[in-house]
C-alpha cells in the first residue's frame, strides 16, 4: 500500500529563519512527486512536481528536492505571507491516484 | 473566475437528508477526483472519473454516489447524510496526456447535523 509521511506536523519559525519540511514516501512505481500548499478554508494549490531522484525545482524562497525515499521542501528566508499547511503527495504506478501526507502546518511569526 | 469551480461553499443539512455538492472547471480537462479531507488525515479519493462514460470509485466511496453530467461538470451526491460525513470536500481535475497535476476547487464545507 502506498504512504507518504510528512514531518513535522507543525512548524514555527521567525521570519528569516531559515527550515525543511521532510516527506517520505513509499510507493511502487514512483510517478510523481507533487508539493501543494493549502490556506484555512481554500484548496490545495499546486507549487511543484518531481519525477525523478536528484531532481530539483525552486519558486520564490522555496526549493523542493527529490531522493528515492523522500522529499523535501526548503524555505529559506521566510516571510508571514508563507504561513501555510503544506502538503506532500506521491502519484503510483496507477497513474490517477495521489496518496497524500497529513501536511505540515507552517507558521512564520513577524 | 475560478477555473474549478464548487458549489456551495458551505451546507448544513440533518442526518437522513440526501445533498448534492456540484463541481464545474473550465480548465477543459478530462479528468475529475471528488476528495474528502479530516483534520488530522491526509486527502482520502472518493470517485474519479477519466471521461463522461469512465467513472470509478475510490477508496472511501460507501455513502456516497457520483454522476459525470458533461466533461465540464461532475456531481457527488450524499444518498442518507450521516453525521461522520461532516468534512471538507474537494473537486480537482487534471489533463490526459500531461503531467498529471491535479487542480483544485475552493472546497464545500459540509456539516451533517
Known amino acids: 500500500e502506498d504512504q507518504v509521511t510528512q514531518s513535522p506536523e507543525a512548524l514555527r519559525l521567525q521570519e528569516g529563519e531559515s527550515s525543511s519540511l521532510n516527506c517520505s514516501y513509499t510507493?511502487?512505481?514512483?510517478?510523481?512527486l507533487f508539493w501543494y500548499r493549502q490556506d484555512p478554508g481554500k484548496g490545495p494549490e499546486f507549487l511543484f512536481t518531481?519525477?525523478?531522484a536528484g531532481e530539483e525545482k525552486e519558486k520564490e524562497r522555496l526549493k523542493a528536492t527529490l531522493t528515492k525515499k523522500e522529499s523535501f521542501l526548503h524555505i529559506t528566508a521566510p516571510k508571514p505571507e508563507d504561513s501555510a499547511t503544506y502538503l506532500c503527495a506521491a502519484l503510483g504506478g496507477s497513474n490517477y491516484k495521489l496518496t497524500f501526507g497529513k501536511g505540515t502546518l507552517l507558521t512564520v511569526n513577524p | 473566475d475560478a477555473d474549478v469551480t464548487q458549489t456551495p461553499r458551505n451546507r448544513i443539512t440533518k442526518t437522513g437528508k440526501r445533498i448534492m455538492l456540484e463541481c464545474s472547471q473550465t480548465?477543459?480537462?478530462?479528468?475529475m477526483y471528488w476528495y474528502r479531507q479530516d483534520p488530522g488525515l491526509g486527502l482520502q479519493l472518493i470517485y474519479y472519473s477519466f471521461d463522461v462514460k469512465d467513472i470509478n470509485k475510490g477508496e472511501i466511496s460507501d455513502g456516497y454516489s457520483v454522476s459525470r453530467q458533461a466533461q465540464a461538470k461532475f456531481s457527488l451526491s450524499l444518498e442518507s447524510a450521516i453525521p461522520n460525513q461532516t468534512a471538507l470536500y474537494f473537486c480537482?481535475?487534471?489533463?490526459?496526456?500531461?503531467?498529471?497535476?491535479?487542480?483544485f476547487g475552493a472546497g464545500t464545507r459540509l456539516s451533517v447535523l
Open positions: 510507493v511502487s512505481g514512483l510517478r510523481g
Open positions: 480548465k477543459g480537462h478530462d479528468r
Open positions: 480537482a481535475t487534471s489533463e490526459t496526456p500531461g503531467e498529471n497535476i491535479q487542480y
Open positions: 518531481l519525477y525523478s
